[in-house]
């Protein structure tokens, strides 16, 4: 159940939009008290349930086009720490997943670590990344004997039921004076979101509790004594993607396009011949406005 806001608890709001699952109807409300747009449901859900579906489904695409992607847009936020840390800087990716960006991190010199409550992905990423893991749930207090000098959160935020507690007590623990703290969420007031509605990709309600716009985030920074010190809205492989999906889905189109594409939905792949182009081209428009499908802000502790 989630009836209160995961920032600051308050149970005041209003309600913004209503998304029908075709199992549920929830709502998404912006908070009354600190403006944050989250996903209410007054029902018992089982979290363990919500990732098994085949959208969360692991796959071994290592050598897809798809994964090439996530590669070179991985390899530039690496490139840039690379510039601000020596070889041999600590980094932990908390909410590792299948270990793709921590393996990178690793070559390009990086001491790693990575925490991932879902058993099957930390197994994928030591199985075939020979990554170190920690597969535990994680509350407060040090995960190493060392601190690290960047620490990461890709894509985590908006399950957190309680992701402010979360983030505070990883940096306070964890994360060196003058480290780097990365987080990127998906970006509400995205273009791509305000074509699509309540049929937006990045919703993915009800695994999404929270819904963050690039001024909410700003806020949610300094709400933890955090320093922003670079902004992108730009991603190749969620940003590019997901514009795709709302420009199908203004010709009708349903369905789970990450599913439709693991499964290699030959429809799905001819319909996105022509639109790609578009959607690249309008992408990268929105993301110099600062309206693209991601929010990934680099931040100091102050």
């Not at 940096?171 to 003058?178: A, V």
């Amino acid at each position: 159940m989630n009836i209160a806001c995961p920032i600051c608890d308050s149970i005041e709001s209003t309600q913004d939009f209503i998304v029908n699952t075709g199992e549920q109807t929830y709502t998404v409300e912006i908070c009354s008290k600190c403006s944050h747009h989250y996903t209410q449901f007054a029902f018992a859900v089982d979290p363990q349930l919500l990732y098994n579906d085949e959208v969360y489904q692991v796959i071994d695409n290592r050598d897809s086009v798809y994964s090439r992607i996530m590669d070179y847009e991985y390899g530039n936020v690496l490139k840039y720490l690379g510039s601000l840390y020596p070889d041999g800087s600590r980094l932990l990716d908390f909410g590792s997943g299948k270990g793709i960006f921590l393996n990178l991190a690793k070559k390009a010199g990086f001491k790693t670590l990575g925490v991932e409550t879902a058993v099957v992905r930390a197994e994928f990423a030591r199985e075939k990344y020979a990554l170190n893991i920690l597969n535990t749930m994680y509350e407060s207090g040090p995960l190493d004997k060392d601190r690290f000098e960047v620490i990461t959160l890709f894509h985590v935020l908006e399950h957190l039921p309680k992701p402010k507690e979360l983030v505070q007590n990883l940096i306070g623990d964890n994360l060196k004076p003058q480290g780097m703290l990365i987080l990127e969420v998906p970006n509400l007031s995205a273009w791509q979101s305000r074509i699509a509605g309540n049929s937006w990709m990045h919703l993915d309600i009800p695994r999404h509790l929270s819904h963050f716009t690039r001024k909410r985030m700003a806020e949610f920074c300094s709400e933890l004594d955090l320093q922003i010190v670079r902004t992108e809205t730009f991603s190749w492989h969620l940003g590019v993607l997901g514009m795709c999906h709302s420009i199908l889905n203004l010709f009708g189109y349903k369905g789970k396009i990450i599913k439709d594409l693991k499964h290699y939905n030959k429809k799905v792949m001819l319909a996105l011949i022509p639109v790609l182009p578009f959607a690249l081209v309008a992408e990268v428009l929105a993301s110099i406005l600062g309206c693209g499908g991601v929010i990934r802000v680099y931040c100091r502790r102050v």
